[in-house]
């Protein structure tokens, strides 16, 4: 054979490896990335199994305020107890998700979560936990409100939920009065229309809303003041009246759902504006407290987002998404856990 013909042979051998290369990179990097989704679906079933059912350590950690990240030995936010059974599987402890929110005094820091989820930092997560109902209400009049309910999958509307709804706001006295708004059922564009007579500028209204034993809470303020409860400690920067002051429940009655409240009493925990409030009975909405001048609402503040990556990011790390129904303090919410792979 000639010299260009070895040549030839040649180049016709390296081509064949180089495509061979090229083929083998092409097919193994879908594989490669098929595979570690079905890592990152293990990863998460694992944490939500443990955030679902797992109440943590100490068990009470979410109302045990001398908790902290130096010394929360495990992460879970189910609701404290020594059984677990299938009918209450996913009840979640409202005041250990309350301190999820950052702006909450006893927040837990994401990066200590991480650790005890057993992640490394080659991973990102986020909990979010938002309302089983999207309730939206707008003021369509000087005396009316617009109360919207759709699902929160597809967001169809919610023809049938019924709502009760019950207003409260400061006299002239500084005290706390309080009016009954009704029941209201929502018409087949999932909406209605709710009367008020808006006796203060400072006011709050409550609403529940059922619908086929999805109960959802919704507050709506005007020119209020909005703080935490966390247990029984209260975080409050103006001193309060010590009359008037009372906790706001959901109570079923002849079938129906209501707003309800309970007196309360307040006393100073003697640290970082924090008062102890004398009762919280299940089913809270909030906990309200006149200075005489404000109105100051306090909640849980349960929808929130938490966790090591924001949803904000530019980039789109590969993630994988569950989701689960859960009840917290009776109420309907829907819990989301992402898990990304940050690093390749």
């Known amino acids: 054979m000639h010299i260009h013909e070895y040549l030839f042979a040649a180049f016709i051998v390296i081509s064949i490896l180089l495509a061979s290369i090229l083929m083998l990179t092409i097919t193994s990097e879908p594989l490669r990335v098929s595979s570690e989704k079905e890592i990152l679906k293990a990863i998460a079933q694992r944490i939500l199994t443990q955030v679902l059912l797992d109440p943590g350590n100490p068990i009470d950690w979410g109302s045990n305020v001398s908790v902290s990240d130096s010394n929360l030995k495990s992460f879970g936010l189910a609701y404290q107890r020594t059984e677990v059974s299938p009918k209450d599987a996913y009840v979640l402890d409202a005041d250990k998700i309350s301190r999820l929110n950052r702006e909450n005094p006893f927040y837990i820091s994401p990066t200590k ?169 299940p089913g809270l909405m909030a906990v309200l407290v006149t200075t005489g001048n404000d109105l100051i609402v306090a909640t849980k503040m349960l929808n929130s987002a938490y966790g090591t990556i924001s949803f904000a990011s530019n980039s789109n790390p590969l993630g994988c998404v569950m989701e689960e129904t859960v009840l917290v303090d009776g109420f309907s919410y829907i819990i989301r856990l992402y898990i990304w792979r940050l690093v390749w």
Request: charged share 15%; proline share 4%; aromatic share 10%.
């Open 113 to 281: 979560v991480r650790d005890l989820l057993g992640l490394s930092t080659e991973y990102g997560f986020t909990i979010e936990i938002l309302p089983a109902l999207d309730i939206e209400v707008n003021q369509v009049g000087p005396n009316t409100y617009r109360v919207s309910v759709k699902s929160i999958r597809n967001i169809s509307p919610i023809s049938g939920a019924n709502i009760a709804a019950k207003m409260y706001y400061i006299m002239s006295s500084g005290l706390i009065g309080d009016y009954e708004l009704g029941i209201y059922k929502t018409g087949a564009d999932g909406a209605t229309n709710i009367n008020v007579e808006l006796l203060s500028d400072k006011y709050v209204m409550f609403l529940v809303v059922e619908y086929y034993n999805i109960i959802v809470p919704k507050i709506v303020g005007h020119n209020v003041n909005w703080t935490y409860i966390t247990g029984n400690i209260l975080q409050l920067y103006s001193s309060p009246m010590n009359i008037s002051n009372r906790e706001v429940i959901v109570s079923l009655e002849d079938g129906l759902y209501r707003v309800k409240d309970l007196p309360i009493l307040l006393s100073y925990a003697g640290d970082r504006n924090l008062y102890n409030v004398s009762i919280i009975e």
